[in-house]
């Protein structure tokens, strides 16, 4: 994550389901079931479609955004 002159530390994935296996498409329905209602206020939003979600923030700082 970048943000101006803030650079989060980096972070190894050592686990999770490989790309193309059939059971990716529920897990991540039930993992993420809640995801697109979490943005309910008026300068949130989020999209979600098939297996992409993106959650929307604005801000004026990086605190703001948080």
Request: some cysteine; glycine content about 10%.
């Amino acid at each position: 994550l970048k943000f101006d002159d803030f650079l989060s530390r980096i972070i190894e994935l050592t686990n999770g389901i490989s790309q193309g296996c059939p059971a990716s498409m529920i897990t991540y329905i039930i993992y993420n079931a809640d995801l697109i209602e979490l943005a309910l206020g008026t300068e949130e939003g989020s999209i979600g479609y098939v297996d992409d979600s993106t959650l929307i923030v604005v801000g004026t700082t990086f605190e703001e955004t948080t």
